[in-house]
C-alpha cells in the first residue's frame, strides 16, 4: 500500500508552460518535505512544510501543505529546461522515528 | 550547511566479494542515518535505519546479514554488501536526519557487480 500517492509520474512539458505536481495521503504527516533529484546524484532538499495550510516559495516554485496536512502541492511557473529532473515528495510522521514516506515521484522534462 | 558525503562514487566489483560504502555527515551529528536503494527513475526504497551506537533496524525484506551496517560515530555509518550477486547492483544514498525531520542525502554510490 503506497501511503503517499503522487502525481503525475512523468510529465513532459514546452519552456515557459507552467505545472503542478501532487501529492496525497489519507494519513496525517508532522512534516512534509520535497526533494529534486538529478540523474546520478542524491535528492536534494527543496523545502519544508510543517504547518497546515502553509504556502511557501522559492524563486518560482511554490510549495503548499494542506490544510489537514495530508497532502501537498509543488507548482512551478514559467518552466525551464534546468527544471528537468525527479521530484520527491516525503512525509514525516511523528510516530516513524524520523523515518520518511517518499511518494512515487515525478520525473518531469523541460524541452526547450 | 548540512552536507552528506559518500564514498565512493561509482564501484565495480566481481561476484562474491564485499563492498563497503561510507556515508559522512560533513557539517553536523547525525544521530540518525538512513540508508536507501533506488533503481533507474523510481523512487527511493528505504532499506535501513542506523542509529549511532546502536544497532540497525532494517526493514522488511532487507537481510540485515547481507547488507551490514555500522554507524560507530556521529558522523559516518557504514553499509557493506556481502558477498555481493549482479541482483545486488543499484543506486545506494545514504542521508542524516536533520532536526526537523527532513533528511539531507549523499551523492549515491552507484554499484555494478559482475
Known amino acids: 500500500t503506497q501511503l503517499l500517492e503522487q502525481s503525475p509520474q512523468f510529465l513532459s512539458i514546452q519552456e515557459g508552460e507552467n505545472l503542478t505536481v501532487y501529492c496525497n495521503s489519507s494519513?496525517?504527516?508532522?512534516?512534509l518535505q520535497w526533494y529534486r533529484q538529478e540523474p546520478g546524484e542524491g535528492p536534494v532538499l527543496l523545502v519544508t512544510v510543517v504547518t497546515g495550510g502553509e504556502v511557501k516559495k522559492l524563486k518560482r516554485l511554490t510549495f503548499q501543505f494542506g490544510d489537514a496536512r495530508k497532502d501537498s502541492s509543488l507548482h512551478i511557473t514559467a518552466a525551464q529546461t534546468g527544471d528537468t529532473g525527479l521530484y520527491l515528495c516525503?512525509?514525516?510522521?511523528?510516530?516513524?522515528?524520523?523515518?520518511?514516506?517518499f511518494g512515487q515521484g515525478t520525473t518531469l522534462q523541460v524541452k526547450p | 550547511g548540512a552536507v552528506v558525503s559518500q564514498h565512493p562514487s561509482r564501484v565495480i566489483c566481481k561476484s562474491g566479494t564485499s563492498v563497503k560504502i561510507e556515508c559522512r555527515s560533513l557539517d553536523f551529528q547525525a544521530t540518525t542515518m538512513f540508508w536507501y536503494r533506488q533503481f533507474p527513475k523510481q523512487s527511493l526504497m528505504l532499506m535501513a535505519t542506523?542509529?549511532?551506537?546502536?544497532?540497525?533496524?532494517?526493514e522488511q525484506g532487507v537481510e540485515k546479514d547481507k547488507f551490514l551496517i555500522n554507524h560507530a560515530s556521529l558522523t559516518l555509518s557504514t553499509l557493506t554488501v556481502t558477498s555481493a550477486h549482479p541482483e545486488d547492483s543499484s543506486f545506494y544514498i545514504c542521508s542524516g536526519q536533520g532536526v526537523m525531520d527532513e533528511q539531507f542525502f549523499g551523492p549515491g554510490t552507484r554499484l555494478t557487480v559482475l
Open positions: 494519513s496525517v504527516f508532522s512534516s
Open positions: 542506523s542509529n549511532e551506537g546502536s544497532k540497525a533496524t532494517y
Open positions: 516525503a512525509g514525516a510522521r511523528s510516530s516513524n522515528t524520523g523515518k520518511l514516506i
